[in-house]
């Protein structure tokens, strides 16, 4: 079987399942969180954090509320790195330095999972366990509970509530994210993940040197790290290490966790504002762009030019052998169209081109199909702004789903677009004025490359590294952990700030002369203007990077 | 005193269209003298105080500023044409607003010729039906009237202030604001009673109480309102600039940032020759406000205060005035139009259509006794009965019985018998014919027509006993819409009897049924406001196509029905002329008055109509609509130019530093600085290109949202990608022949 063939197979074969499971899944998404009962272990959680659960939150309290918990769990993540060194199961490692326990930290909150330490020679087992892979639970029900708070914006009328917070973010844990977490574990233990506590064997290898080979609950974390767009590995080597990623299989399988709820959020969108079409047509913008991605890349890859490439019949650099370079392609451009981050070869190595891919898929925003939540609350927010050029053409102030998009709409839906570019910008040039880019291993376009991938990595809460690049100096840890905050949470504070004047409008009807936002002329429009302001933005930055490389 | 129109007559294919046009939305045209006249205005708006407004011209502003320092401290060929059309560009913007303002200008002139300075004559201590004496007259300036004060104005004085009637009938010639020659008549109490200051009295005496309060008359909000003088931004437009400020501000951070990554890479490429473009400094000034002003979206944010100002001019222009931007975006996005069935959906008034006899009477039997009912009536269906009788059955007018003059030749006094309310009918009493010697000869006969309940009651009383058939007959012609007329007589010694029913018929104005159908496919909804009772009403709305109506319709309903209609989240437009419409139309989202309506139907509405036309409510809605769909199609345009600039400058700035990018340059254009220079001028150039569609409006054909965004999505979007790599390439085949610039 080609390598052509197998690839094709690969991405052919994760469509049907997304497929298969959108109607089902998505159904069951949208009982969890516009259900009203609650289970016992809820009501006790309830209890125990004193929340009213039958209360609901205006869109400044459900905002107050994500800061408040994430704000908490920022200090408690930080507190735990630096107090690794007393606690229990560390390992023998120290605290972790303040600069990189505090972009840990903020990374993990973020639901960034960018990693500037190597985690099994800096973190033990239960910072592992009870730090990092409780955020990757969290943080990624905090960005659903965001876009179903945005969802509700747009599904009710004349009112200012939006839910509860806390209920959405519990609910999502428990009935989505851990039950899937504990049957993927398993799974992935069935494919060579390995799971334990222990703290490293020691073997003498081939060339008779001694190594150190780290266990540990990998395959648990794993599990979180792909269903919630983590990213953040166990290992340093990420997905690409054989204890996280076995075969070719587990990759599989792994990218279906990855994709599953990104895939299936529209669905809910759909459901909760009575318009199935209308879940159908955003999540046919995600499954567009994501294909062109996703083929575009591995063109770049298999094609690629050069000596060494031509030589060996692809860009192998890099690339793990037992992946290939096809499902290497896909996995780096599936996990930077999410917010995931994971890698399984090294993005520094791919062909200019090919290496383009996923930092324009990040600069798209992530929203093909994005992080659990931010993704669908950034395709909606694209939308929002297409619906408000779009709809002035047929002559009627701007509708989408029933809601007018107005002064107040448009503010909040061009800060949320502002944020992050600004950031990734002002984040590079700053790297290059200060003379920071120095830690980059490139000169030139690739170093230029390498610069411009950490900060969209960061600022667009991805994670996802392209290597060829030292973060962890303090310049560095700083200015990406802000870039991380700012690129969180200032988003979602607009995000709910337009659920807010969304919630509040009356919902207009649908008539002859309003824009249908469920046919494919809308679909094409909206992946098209998704596309020209990404391009817009960034293309001068790109002619310095991988198109003066890759040309 | 001669006042000419405020509006000039239409011109240039501008039908002050009816329904009969087709209503199709046209604008003004563009005269080339207006620009010549509009350039010391653009000029004045140079002041950056004034384009404080209009953000991304005054970036362009401060870039051109900048420019112009580089250029003075280095003087190139290169650096002094990027800064001479950067200034251009600011000064074409200008010219777009200041063209759109002048249009205005020129109809405040002529309505200021109206206001000129009368003296009233100004009465105190007057009160209805006062004797001369009992008050005071006293000559004041028509400046210090205030709210509350009484005056006298009389045959050939111009009406000092805005106000209503409170004694008195007079013909006024309004054609100061309307620009109708034909004299219209204001009487005291009723919905005729509102007058305008700047119109003249032509004949009579009228009292009048002044309602307005000084500089704040109907002419002066008209002259406000086409000065464009205190002008608010609209909601839309409001939420337009707020996106184009976030690109603006989005593209300032990539041009901005892009200087240290620039100097990265030209240290990088040390052996790389320094260009007009970059150099190790990084991309030189120039370049840099170049590519800044390319980017950010100056096509839309040059037009886009044109395009309102004109927007509101295409109403004045039919004589509408929109007493806010609001109203005329609002008509845009109207989803249900409430109209009212006269003089809108139908000719003002109902026609006979036929004579249904009962059984043992002929239709012509009926015919004569209906026109001789009606021989008094002097409301316009009577004059249908005579018409029709005569027309049909050859019956000539003032024909009574047995061919014997009218009148002549009877043994007594006939009497008409008037229509009033109460009654309800109207008829004649003929006295019998004269025999030779002047005794009566024959009964006396008395002839009824009306109502059908009053006639039907009238033959009761006079001992006849109205047959079931007139009942069905009445019904029928209910049922089919007509209005039933009952037509009886008595003969003095016999039971009076019924001798058939006129019909009565609603005639729907020709071309209204398109209209509906148009506005359906628009996604509008049209409910048909009539007095009439439901049967009749459902006749005419399904004849003239209406989606709905509302039938019995008291103002009560009317607000009831809007309020409903609002409570759905549908914007609501109606008309209205009286008192009694004004709590409607204040609630209404678009209320048009009409002119000659009340003062209180005016002050309730945000539209007055000075020809007082109801059919216009649906120019209106197309108006807003082609309002906001410029708005759209040339922000479309305006993004989509920038992907041709960027294949334009990127490859200017950055293929003297890695070759490769050169392969971006897919216009082949023959140097660095005539493709900047290229984008640079055709930024500029675009925006006097568009001027005239911005005024005009893009073409408005009413169909469905799929339609229109298919269409001015290829027009606009692949039109606006495709544009500007033609016009570049010209322009750089043009810049490159200039020595010292390639």
């Given at each position: 079987m080609s390598t052509t063939t197998a690839g094709i197979i690969l991405v052919a074969s994760l469509a049907v399942v997304l497929t298969a499971v959108y109607k089902p899944f998505g159904d069951y998404l949208y009982r969890v969180v516009a259900g009203t009962r609650h289970s016992r272990v809820e009501r006790g959680i309830y209890r125990l954090i004193g929340v009213d659960a039958k209360a609901e939150q205006s869109w400044g309290t459900y905002a107050r509320s994500v800061l408040a918990f994430s704000l908490i769990s920022l200090l408690f993540l930080y507190a735990f790195l630096r107090l690794q060194d007393r606690l229990w199961l560390s390992l023998g490692f120290d605290a972790v330095p303040d600069h990189i326990a505090w972009n840990t930290a903020v990374s993990f909150v973020t639901n960034t999972?960018?990693?500037?330490?190597?985690g099994e020679s800096t973190m033990g087992h239960l910072v592992q366990m009870a730090g990092l892979a409780v955020q990757n639970f969290v943080s990624a029900a905090v960005g659903i509970a965001v876009a179903v708070a945005l969802v509700r914006g747009f599904a009710r009328s004349r009112t200012d509530q939006l839910g509860n917070f806390w209920v959405d973010l519990v609910r999502i844990a428990l009935r989505v994210l851990l039950p899937i977490a504990v049957l993927g574990t398993i799974v992935l233990m069935i494919g060579g993940v390995v799971q334990n506590l222990s703290g490293g064997t020691d073997v003498t290898t081939v060339a008779g040197g001694t190594q150190t080979i780290t266990g540990g609950p990998v395959a648990s974390q794993e599990v979180i790290k792909e269903l919630g767009t983590n990213g953040g590995g166990f290992y340093n080597a990420n997905s690409s290490h054989p204890f996280e990623n076995p075969t070719t299989w587990t990759n599989w399988f792994e990218l279906l966790l990855i994709l599953v709820i990104p895939f299936s959020l529209p669905r809910v969108f759909g459901r909760m504002v009575g318009q199935n079409r209308q879940g159908y047509a955003i999540v046919a913008v995600m499954a567009i762009l994501a294909i062109v991605s996703v083929t575009l890349t591995n063109v770049f890859e298999l094609t690629g030019d050069g000596a060494v490439p031509q030589a060996v019949g692809a860009a192998m650099e890099g690339k793990e052998a037992r992946f290939g370079v096809s499902n290497s392609a896909t996995f780096a451009a599936v996990t930077t169209l999410t917010s995931t981050g994971a890698v399984n070869s090294f993005h520094d190595s791919f062909t200019p081109l090919g290496g383009m891919m996923p930092l324009v898929n990040m600069m798209l925003g992530e929203v093909a199909p994005g992080g659990v939540g931010a993704g669908l609350y950034g395709m909606l927010i694209l939308a929002v702004i297409t619906v408000f050029v779009a709809g002035l053409m047929v002559g009627r102030t701007p509708e989408y789903v029933g809601k007018k998009i107005g002064a107040r709409e448009i503010k909040f839906a061009s800060l949320y677009f502002l944020i992050t570019p600004m950031l990734v910008l002002i984040g590079t040039a700053a790297a290059f004025a200060t003379g920071n880019n120095s830690t980059a291993l490139n000169v030139g376009p690739h170093g230029l490359t390498e610069v411009l991938y950490a900060f969209t990595s960061a600022s667009n809460n991805n994670g996802s590294a392209f290597a060829g690049i030292t973060v962890n100096t303090p310049w560095w840890d700083t200015a990406l952990g802000l870039c991380m905050l700012l690129g969180r949470f200032l988003p979602i504070i607009f995000v709910l700030g337009l659920a807010g004047a969304l919630a509040r409008q009356r919902p207009v009807p649908a008539s002859a002369g309003t824009l249908p936002t469920h046919r494919p002329l809308f679909v094409g429009m909206l992946a098209g203007v998704t596309v020209i302001l990404v391009a817009l933005t960034f293309l001068p930055a790109l002619a310095l990077g991988p198109l003066a490389e890759g040309l | 005193m001669t006042v000419s129109p405020v509006v000039p007559a239409p011109s240039g294919g501008l039908p002050s269209s009816g329904p009969a046009s087709g209503g199709r939305v046209g604008g003004g045209l563009l005269d080339p003298r207006q620009l010549v006249r509009a350039l010391p205005d653009a000029f004045r708006k140079l002041n950056p105080v004034t384009l404080w407004r209009n953000p991304v011209m005054l970036i362009v502003e401060v870039g051109a500023v900048f420019t112009t320092g580089l250029a003075v401290a280095d003087p190139t060929g290169f650096a002094w044409a990027i800064t001479v059309w950067l200034w251009l560009t600011v000064l074409f913007a200008n010219l777009a607003e200041a063209v759109a303002e002048g249009r205005g200008k020129a109809q405040a002139a002529t309505l200021r010729q109206a206001k000129r300075d009368t003296v009233a004559t100004r009465l105190t201590g007057w009160s209805p039906g006062a004797r001369p004496g009992a008050y005071r007259e006293e000559a004041v300036a028509a400046a210090e009237l205030r709210h509350g004060d009484v005056v006298l104005v009389e045959a050939g004085q111009v009406i000092p202030g805005d106000g209503d009637v409170v004694e008195g009938i007079a013909s006024v010639d309004e054609s100061a604001i309307t620009g109708e020659s034909a004299p219209v008549i204001r009487e005291s109490g009723g919905d005729r009673s509102a007058v305008t200051g700047g119109t003249k009295v032509l004949s009579d005496r009228i009292v009048v109480r002044i309602t307005q309060q000084p500089g704040q008359s109907f002419i002066d909000r008209m002259i406000g309102l086409v000065e464009g003088a205190n002008r608010q931004k609209t909601p839309n437009e409001i939420a337009l600039n707020i996106l184009l400020a976030a690109l603006t501000v989005i593209f300032l951070m990539a041009v901005v940032t892009l200087q240290p990554l620039a100097i990265f890479s030209k240290g990088f490429q040390g052996a790389a020759p320094d260009t007009a473009a970059i150099n190790s400094d990084g991309v030189t000034g120039i370049v840099l406000v170049s590519l800044l002003v390319c980017l950010i979206p100056t096509t839309i944010g040059a037009l886009l205060s044109a395009i309102g100002i004109a927007g509101m001019d295409r109403l004045v222009q039919r004589n509408v005035l929109a007493m806010s931007g609001r109203a005329v975006e609002a008509a845009g996005d109207v989803n249900t139009l409430l109209l009212d069935?006269?003089?809108?959906?139908?000719?003002g008034n109902r026609q006979a259509a036929e004579f249904v006899p009962v059984d043992g009477v002929t239709a012509e039997q009926v015919a004569d006794a209906a026109q001789l009912a009606s021989l008094a009536d002097e409301t316009p269906e009577g004059r249908s009965v005579v018409v029709l009788a005569k027309n049909a059955y050859g019956l000539r007018e003032r024909s009574g019985l047995a061919g014997s003059d009218f009148g002549a030749g009877r043994s007594g006094e006939d009497r008409n018998v008037p229509f009033t309310a109460q009654t309800r009918m109207s008829g004649v009493d003929l006295a019998p014919e004269a025999t030779v010697d002047g005794g009566p000869s024959g009964a006396a006969r008395r002839v009824r027509k009306g109502a059908a309940a009053a006639v039907m009651k009238w033959v009761r009383d006079n001992g006849g006993h109205p047959t079931d058939q007139v009942g069905d007959i009445v019904d029928g012609i209910s049922g089919g819409g007509g209005t039933p007329l009952v037509v009886a007589e008595h003969l003095d010694g016999e039971p009076a009897r019924t001798l058939g029913v006129i019909h009565l018929k609603d005639v729907v104005k020709s071309g209204m049924r398109e209209r509906f159908d148009e506005m359906r496919r628009m996604g509008i909804r049209t409910v048909m406001i009539t007095g009439d009772n439901p049967r009749t009403a459902k006749a005419i709305a399904d004849e003239a196509g209406v989606d709905d109506f509302l039938a019995e319709a008291t103002p009560e309903d009317k607000l009831a029905l809007i309020r409903r209609e609002q409570e759905g989240g549908r914007l609501v437009a109606m008309t209205g002329d009286g008192t009694n419409d004004a709590p409607a139309l204040a609630q209404a989202d678009v209320g048009v008055a009409m002119n000659t309506g009340t003062t209180a139907a005016k002050e309730a509405g945000n539209m007055v109509d000075l020809d007082s036309d109801p059919t216009k409510l649906i120019e209106i809605v197309e108006i807003g609509k082609q309002l906001l769909i410029t708005r759209g199609a040339l922000t479309t345009f305006s993004i989509a130019n920038d992907i041709a600039k960027y294949f334009a400058i990127i490859p200017a700035m950055f293929a003297g530093i890695y070759p490769s990018l050169d392969a971006l340059n897919i216009m082949r254009l023959s140097s660095p600085e005539s493709a900047i220079l290229a984008a640079v001028v055709f930024n500029a150039i675009v925006i006097v290109v568009l001027i005239p569609l911005a005024l005009r409006g893009v073409r408005y054909r009413p169909s469905s949202a799929s339609t229109l965004l298919t269409r001015n999505l290829w027009l606009y979007g692949l039109g606006g990608i495709v544009a500007p790599f033609v016009g570049i390439k010209i322009l750089d085949l043009l810049i490159s022949l200039i020595p010292g610039i390639s």
């Open positions: 999972n960018w990693q500037a330490y190597s | 069935k006269t003089g809108t959906i139908t000719l």
